[in-house]
């Protein structure tokens, strides 16, 4: 499996930007797909997730505090694809956003993969 991501650049800060990423390979199930980042100096955190319950195949989303209101998650299931929205962007949020997935390629089994990141710059 392999995740490609795009969409990253130089943007000006309140201005919108909108991130792609689309997993390819052997997979049965996308179990949760979404996005993490590193900023310059910091640790990896989580930006934005879609979960599918396995169970119930009900969808839920989360968000970190920091852009709640401003990013929106969202998947196309069909394509194997998870986009965000990034709106009212600030100079905090540049970042290499990286791109993840936990994939089943059997009913048995979920694997976490990541993709090669993209950079975002946001100006002041």
């Known amino acids: 499996v392999q995740l490609q991501a795009c969409g990253g650049g130089l943007v000006q800060a309140g201005r919108s930007l909108r991130l792609s990423c689309t997993a390819s390979g052997s997979i049965l199930r996308v179990n949760a797909m979404g996005w993490y980042r590193r900023a310059p100096g910091k640790e990896r955190e989580l930006v934005a997730m879609?979960?599918?319950?396995?169970?119930?195949?009900?969808?839920?989303?989360n968000y970190a505090n920091s852009v709640k209101g401003r990013f929106t998650v969202s998947r196309d299931f069909a394509k194997n694809m998870v986009y965000l929205q990034m709106n009212s962007l600030k100079p905090e949020d540049t970042a290499v956003y990286y791109c993840?997935?936990?994939?089943?390629?059997?009913?048995?089994?979920?694997?976490?993969?990541w993709g090669q990141g993209t950079l975002v710059t946001v100006s002041s």
């Open positions: 879609c979960t599918t319950a396995t169970m119930t195949s009900a969808d839920s989303t």
């Open positions: 993840y997935a936990q994939i089943s390629d059997t009913p048995w089994n979920r694997k976490n993969y």
